[in-house]
């Protein structure tokens, strides 16, 4: 049976292209506001993958510290969720 969100309030799916470091700032405040967010990274990833490394990083402690999850979308995508939004990892 489906939970119920306690505060009924409606949970928005934003999608973002991350192209620079200071992007992460806009992300993070989208994740306070119990966004589900997709981020397309490959122009980030283009540019400099350690820049994307450290970024992925800090949006996972993020998102973790609040109870959310994130995951891969394939090869250019990750996905960030609320603490009411679990993502399934597989078995």
Known sequence: MPTKNPTNRPIYLKTFTLRDTRDI?????????NMI?????T???QKD???LKNVVESLYNSITSL???MARLGEERI???PPDVKIWHGE
């Open 25 to 33: 700032e806009e992300i993070k405040k989208d994740i306070e506001r």
């Open 37 to 41: 967010i997709i981020i397309r990274i």
């Open 43 to 45: 122009p980030l990833a």
């Open 49 to 51: 993958v350690g820049d």
């Open 67 to 69: 109870g959310g999850d």
């Open 79 to 81: 996905i960030l969720t």
